[in-house]
Nanobody, 124 residues
């Protein structure tokens, strides 16, 4: 079993930055890809970013490319999402998740473990 806990969410003005953290326990975190997803009010959950087991391969959703950076520290069992140039449309609950694969994947169905989410609100 894996437990994931996100932190770092909050309220920020448009153009600002936030750094989300995801702390994992209960499984060999370093063996698996990790991803970030988000869900805005009234919308389906969408893919944000993914990173492979080693941290050497990443992939981003079109809406966040060039603004968000995903990273991980396997020694600390932690993942991160650095969010810059935030926009009101980035508002939502952000979830980290661990995949059953080693390499990057943007398909929700490949992710077996999810955190409880952290709220990000970007004001205009």
């Amino acid at each position: 079993q894996v437990q994931l806990v996100e932190s770092g969410g909050g309220l920020v003005q448009a153009g600002g930055s936030l750094r989300l953290s995801c702390t994992a326990s209960g499984r060999t975190f370093s063996n698996y890809a990790m991803g970030w997803f988000r869900q805005a009010p009234g919308k389906e959950r969408e893919f944000v970013a993914t990173i492979n087991w080693s941290g050497h391969s990443t992939y981003y959703g079109d809406s966040v490319k060039g603004r968000f950076t995903i990273s991980r520290d396997n020694a600390k069992n932690m993942g991160f999402l650095q969010m810059n140039s935030l926009k009101p449309e980035d508002t939502g609950v952000y979830y980290c998740a661990i995949a059953r694969t080693h390499e990057i994947t943007w398909y929700e169905s490949y992710y077996d473990y999810w955190g409880q989410g952290t709220q990000v609100t970007v004001s205009s």
